[in-house]
């Protein structure tokens, strides 16, 4: 059993940065591939960008180049910086841990984004 812990979203302006964290507790955090979804005001819930265990990343193309994914595998954490917020940005982040092979998925509760001047 993983649990997925988000913290770091809040209000930002237009073209500001913004730090999102996922802290999970539970073993072997190193094996999952890990993935930030987010889903805005009437809109499905999307990806954003993963990072598997091997460190290998991929990101929607509404955020290449602005925002990064990464993880620290010893603090059991996998970070988001996004920068350049735009308002479309605005949304429910949420951090996704899997391991298809052996059919495990877990979410956290979500940390609100908000973009507005």
């Known amino acids: 059993q993983v649990q997925l812990v988000e913290s770091g979203g809040g209000l930002v302006q237009p073209g500001g940065s913004l730090r999102l964290s996922c802290a999970a507790s539970?073993?072997?955090?190193?094996?999952?591939?890990m993935s930030w979804y987010r889903q805005g005001p009437g809109k499905q819930r999307e990806l954003v960008a993963r990072?598997?265990?091997?460190?290998?990343?991929n990101y929607a193309d509404s955020v290449k180049g602005r925002f990064t994914i990464s993880r620290d595998n010893a603090k059991n954490t996998v970070y988001l910086q996004m920068n350049s917020l735009k308002p479309e940005d605005t949304a429910v982040y949420y951090c996704n841990a899997e391991k298809t092979n052996w059919n495990l998925n877990y979410w956290g509760q979500g940390t609100q984004v908000t973009v507005s001047s």
């Open positions: 990072i598997t265990s091997g460190s290998s990343t």
């Open positions: 539970g073993r072997l955090f190193n094996i999952y591939t």
